[in-house]
């Protein structure tokens, strides 16, 4: 997901570059850009897979309830039920 922070400013500069200054920002940039977002698609998807055969629920998925307290007076519970 990092990769897309870095990737999105990147790609705006080489589209500005391109309109501004031509070809070497075009002829440079725009594989730089497109290797981020594949790379980040790639580790996503890797990501996922390994979370699924450990067992784990990927992050925003439907089990996402019931991890733990969530508000300040159940986390007060919590720590008060493990003393």
């Known amino acids: 997901m990092w990769l897309y922070i870095i990737a999105f400013p990147i790609g705006v ?3 500005v570059g ?3 200054a031509g070809g070497a920002y075009t002829l440079v940039g725009v594989p730089v850009v ?3 977002l594949v790379s980040g ?3 996503r998807a890797i990501g996922r897979v390994t979370l699924e055969r450990r ?3 990927p992050v925003g998925g439907a089990e996402g309830s019931g991890h733990g ?3 300040p007076g ?3 519970d919590a720590r008060r039920a493990q003393q």
């Open 34 to 36: 497109l290797l981020a």
């Open 74 to 76: 159940e986390l007060t």
């Open 13 to 15: 500069l080489i589209i």
């Open 55 to 57: 067992g784990g629920a």
């Open 41 to 43: 698609i790639a580790l």
């Open 69 to 71: 307290p969530v508000t």
């Open 18 to 20: 391109s309109v501004v």
